[in-house]
């Protein structure tokens, strides 16, 4: 049992680090703020992004926090994303930047340092994708933005040359951070299943080794001469023990080979297997993101075995 628990805390905490070593990819991934001492951009890591930072993104890149648009390549201040990693759709969504600051467009404008006068309110971080409001101030002008001005965390910049924006919130305080809240533990049909056949045969034990110790009262009861428990050689006199409790100890070690609890460490290898030749699998590697398939958790592999149907709607996304 102690070797049983031990493989299946091995195997949770490889599961582990590698959400870990996930979570450090994306933390680590780097972007271009703006540097008012070197006065130009320069890369940094997605961790180290705070409240007001001015970044820079580029087509096909992933925006690091959720910002308010400043500027984009267009000379009318368009821009587009693609929220799939959000809402499961891949239709792109259409931003705009904000009226005052529609002179700042276009791929041949420098970037104005007079931004940095910008003053922003806006309302404490929520789960809310749909809501995100507040007001801004620039050179005496103020104007309210609203959902089309601002651009959230995980978004994909799309026909869009690139963009620029001020960071409203960042980190755990972003959109898809709050809304992710703590992952539940996902247990498959097959965990299930096992689980419910494993208390079925500890019930089945228990019936018998009950059945067993009632047999041997009543044995005992009527041939007391013939009762004897004790070892026809000891190297010390046993130990005083209740009769029910030797009863039970020695029906429980004679019956507990009904309990199968290799099952469990056969289980746990065969997912393992699973993931294995599933990464390694050419069908599922991507040439145009030169990525492979991701198994997340080892739990839920043979759950993709048991689908039959798909079903979406008119966007793509996938329906529950």
């Given at each position: 049992?102690?070797?049983?628990?031990?493989?299946?805390?091995?195997?949770?905490a490889l599961e582990d680090m590698r959400r870990r070593r996930l979570d450090s990819k994306v933390n680590n991934t780097t972007c271009h703020v703006w540097d008012k001492s070197a006065n130009r951009f320069r890369k940094m890591k997605w961790k180290h992004i705070l409240v007001g930072d001015i970044v820079h993104v580029s087509n096909d890149d992933s925006l690091p926090a959720d910002i308010?648009?400043?500027?984009?390549?267009?000379?009318?201040?368009?821009?587009?994303v693609e929220t799939s990693n959000l809402d499961g759709e891949s239709n792109l969504k259409h931003k705009v930047v904000p009226t005052m600051f529609k002179d700042y467009c276009g791929e041949e404008m420098d970037f104005d340092e007079s931004i940095f006068q910008l003053k922003l309110a806006c309302?404490?971080?929520?789960?809310?994708?749909?809501?995100?409001?507040?007001?801004?101030?620039?050179?005496?002008?103020s104007e309210s933005f609203n959902p089309t001005n601002t651009l959230l965390r995980g978004c994909r910049l799309k026909n869009t040359t690139f963009i620029e924006g001020v960071v409203i919130y960042a980190g755990h305080d972003t959109k898809v951070m709050l809304s992710s809240g703590r992952a539940p533990y996902k247990r498959s049909h097959a965990e299930i299943a096992t689980?419910?056949?494993?208390?079925?045969?500890?019930?089945?034990?228990?019936?018998?080794?009950?059945?067993?110790?009632?047999?041997?009262?009543?044995?005992?009861?009527?041939?007391?001469?013939?009762?004897?428990?004790?070892?026809?050689?000891?190297?010390?006199?046993?130990?005083?023990?209740?009769?029910?409790?030797?009863?039970f100890g020695c029906s429980l070690v004679l019956y507990q080979i009904m309990i199968p609890l290799a099952l469990y460490i056969t289980v746990e290898i065969i997912k393992l297997g699973q993931v294995f030749f599933m990464q390694q699998d050419v069908h599922m590697y991507s040439e145009e993101k030169d990525e492979s398939f991701i198994a997340r958790s080892f739990s839920m592999a043979e759950e993709l075995g048991q689908i039959t149907h798909l079903l979406s709607d008119k966007?793509?996304?996938?329906t529950q």
């Open positions: 049992v102690v070797f049983i628990l031990v493989l299946t805390a091995l195997k949770d308010l648009l400043i500027r984009t390549s267009s000379d009318d201040g368009n821009a587009f309302a404490p971080p929520s789960k809310d994708v749909n809501e995100m409001r507040g007001s801004m101030e620039l050179s005496g002008r689980n419910r056949y494993i208390l079925g045969c500890a019930a089945m034990l228990a019936v018998i080794t009950a059945i067993t110790m009632g047999s041997r009262a009543i044995w005992v009861n009527q041939y007391p001469d013939h009762y004897d428990l004790s070892p026809p050689f000891a190297i010390a006199p046993p130990l005083p023990a209740p009769d029910w409790l030797s009863s966007t793509g996304t996938l």
